[in-house]
């Protein structure tokens, strides 16, 4: 089964500023398999990204993911004061067929 | 518009069976592949197992022992069974539509939570 580690926990910092959250496999993962979710307090988990480095639709243009092997990268470019969430990184793999996440990075406001 | 409504008890005791409900609409049953995933209260996310239409599951093999997810293409909807229940399975249950490979849509969820 593949672990994914996330880093840094959490992160503080301001609005307009550039963000890199880390998602790192314990085995390669094929990048058709690597996708990104938000999750804002009460709220259900929503896809940002698929296949590494595909927006999910309606999805902003300042995410961007990036990343094969067993390093990868969401990019947020310039935050919003609504981006300021937990981040979840998520691998499907085949043997056993499973979804499995990170334990999420926290991004906070400074 | 894809929505999935979860529905439940929200209580169960323990060593009892959870079960819940997707009601799925604005979208086929027969369109793909559809999860539970649940969340601790404060902690991560858990993905527990999938179906498709034609009644094929995977399950996360922490859980297979315990778990049975279902299908009722007629009424368009699946259902999620989790027996022997500890204060452990308390948790925030979503269900999800699958892409490929990927997690699509989610349900608002529901709090299932295991006490006597």
């Known amino acids: 089964e593949i672990v994914l580690t996330q880093s840094p926990g959490t992160l503080s910092l301001s609005p307009g500023e550039r963000v890199t959250l880390s998602c790192r496999a314990s085995?390669?993962?094929?990048?058709?398999?690597l996708a990104w979710y938000q999750q804002k307090p009460g709220q259900a988990p929503r896809l940002l990204i698929y296949a590494a480095s595909s927006r999910a639709t309606g999805i902003p243009d300042r995410f961007s993911g990036s990343g094969s092997g067993t390093d990868f990268t969401l990019t947020i470019s310039r935050l919003e004061p609504e981006d300021f969430a937990v981040y979840y990184c998520?691998?499907?793999?085949?043997?056993?067929?499973?979804?499995?996440f990170g334990q999420g990075t926290k991004l906070e406001i400074k | 518009q894809v929505q999935l409504q979860e529905s439940g008890p929200g209580l169960v005791k323990p060593s009892g069976t959870l079960s819940l409900t997707c009601a799925v609409s604005?979208?086929?049953?027969?369109?793909?592949?559809w999860s539970w995933v649940r969340q601790p209260p404060g902690k991560g996310l858990e993905w527990i197992g999938e179906i498709d239409h034609s009644g094929r599951t995977n399950y996360n093999p922490s859980l297979e022992s315990r778990v049975t997810i279902s299908v009722d293409e007629s009424k368009n909807l699946f259902s999620l069974n989790l027996n022997s229940l500890t204060a452990a399975d308390t948790a925030l249950y979503y269900c999800?539509?699958?892409?490929?490979?990927?997690?699509?849509?989610w349900g608002q969820g529901t709090l299932v939570t295991v006490s006597s």
């Open positions: 999800v539509r699958g892409g490929t490979y990927y997690l699509s849509y």
């Open positions: 085995q390669s993962v094929s990048s058709n398999y």
């Open positions: 998520q691998q499907y793999g085949n043997s056993p067929p499973m979804y499995t």
């Open positions: 604005g979208v086929s049953i027969t369109s793909t592949w």
